[in-house]
């Protein structure tokens, strides 16, 4: 047999099968043995590492760690392992199970924005921030940028209502000012939900009345998916932020917002951001007037009618107009009540402020009370005396009638007599 008959039987190239021939005519048996055997392996693995990372796993403040973020609380205490192996060794330990691949649905994936704050995508967060330290849920306001990624502010507070999202992006519009478009869900803070409502663009939430005089569009998600990045971002935060607070001894609310402003918002930007198509940023700075009126833009507006002593009614509350505004305004024309997240009142009529005190609640409502009875007696004594005139009119119509039925019966006895 040739050579390359005897290479193909041992599944080995004709050059090999020359290498082990030829250590063969020189060393005999041990030339065809392999140089490696009995050796450890470059890729084996420290079972002394292997002991340590076990025992800093099993640490009750490490137990829901996922292996990507445990591998970099590693690499802080100088020990070096891939994050693969360490998903291998924690499934060996029990710590984490193989995740099964479900079928998904595909979508379309929207592309990210060109341009930095060209969009910003909003959203919240309810979780228990503070574990078993504070057990109860808390609120995380989230803001991204679509383009880049990057977490813009943070901020928690109770709950999501008004005032909280006017706090939110006051404090975002002084400090990276106004971005052109913001992406929300369908809330009832930012859209009009109502069952007979329709889209139509004069109806509108406070929420985006505000933002249009900021000139920032508000754009309306369909879906969860449609929003998927700021969505994913609560879930890292949910994840990552839990427990680096765990980490940290963090049990309040105040002590996380500026440690999220100090070291998480930094920390997640150097680990998650994509580097956008174009580098410079689309945004609008405010002029000094627009930031003094920022509040007073960020405020609830209601319209009310100026009443005949002129007094306005909001909320269980009087307001009696001053009078050098009296002689400029009508009686049942209409004013815009505008109430800002400080609870502060201004009453505006043509774009005026107009001056106004307060009257007392009590008083006000009693003579109100007693003017509505006043009014229901005179209506009582109205009907009282149209009875009593019906009660007359019904008696000298029932005597003309009873003197027109006894003249009618002379009348027939007359005829009667004459006839006989």
Avoid at 288 to 294: I, R
Wanted: hydrophobic content about 35%; overall charge positive.
């Amino acid at each position: 047999m040739i050579q390359q008959n005897w290479a193909d039987l041992l599944w080995v190239g004709l050059r090999q099968f020359q290498r082990l021939i030829k250590s063969y005519k020189e060393q005999w048996e041990i030339g065809l043995i392999h140089w490696l055997r009995g050796r450890t392996s470059n890729h084996h693995k420290d079972k002394k590492k292997e002991l340590e990372i076990i025992e800093i796993m099993n640490e009750k403040i490490y137990h829901d760690f996922w292996p990507t973020f445990l591998n970099e609380e590693l690499v802080k205490r100088g020990i070096e392992i891939s994050v693969e192996s360490l998903r291998k060794l924690m499934i060996r330990e029990g710590k984490r199970e193989w995740k099964k691949q479900r079928d998904m649905q595909l979508r379309n994936r929207r592309q990210r924005k060109a341009i930095t704050w060209e969009m910003i995508q909003y959203d919240w967060s309810y979780h228990y921030w503070f574990e078993e330290r504070l057990d109860e849920e808390f609120c995380l306001l989230v803001a991204i940028d679509d383009a880049t990624g990057k977490l813009m502010q943070l901020w928690m507070s109770d709950n999501e209502w008004w005032v909280n999202t006017i706090v939110f992006w006051i404090r975002y519009i002084l400090r990276r000012w106004v971005p052109e478009s913001i992406y929300v869900d369908r809330f009832a803070t930012y859209k009009v939900n109502n069952k007979k409502a329709t889209d139509d663009r004069e109806l509108v939430t406070q929420f985006e009345r505000c933002l249009r005089k900021l000139w920032c569009k508000l754009i309306k998600a369909n879906s969860p998916q449609a929003k998927w990045r700021v969505e994913r971002s609560n879930q890292t935060l949910q994840d990552r932020m839990v427990k680096m607070m765990r980490l940290d001894w963090i049990s309040d609310i105040d002590s996380a917002n500026k440690r999220m402003e100090e070291v998480y918002i930094p920390r997640h930007n150097k680990k998650f951001w994509v580097k956008s198509e174009i580098s410079w940023d689309k945004h609008r700075i405010l002029t000094k007037e627009e930031k003094d009126v920022l509040k007073r833009t960020f405020s609830l507006e209601e319209t009310r009618v100026v009443q005949r002593d002129y007094v306005i009614q909001y909320k269980n509350r009087f307001y009696q107009l001053q009078p050098e505004w009296i002689t400029r305004m009508y009686t049942k024309s209409r004013c815009i009540i505008q109430e800002t997240m400080d609870w502060e009142i201004q009453v505006l009529a043509n774009e005026k402020i107009i001056p106004y005190i307060e009257i007392d609640a009590k008083g006000r409502k009693l003579e109100q009370a007693i003017l509505r009875w006043n009014i229901y007696q005179q209506k009582l004594e109205k009907t009282r005396e149209k009875e009593i005139r019906r009660d007359e009119e019904r008696h000298i119509i029932s005597k003309q009638i009873q003197a027109r039925a006894r003249a009618e019966k002379l009348i027939e006895k007359l005829k009667i007599s004459r006839l006989s």
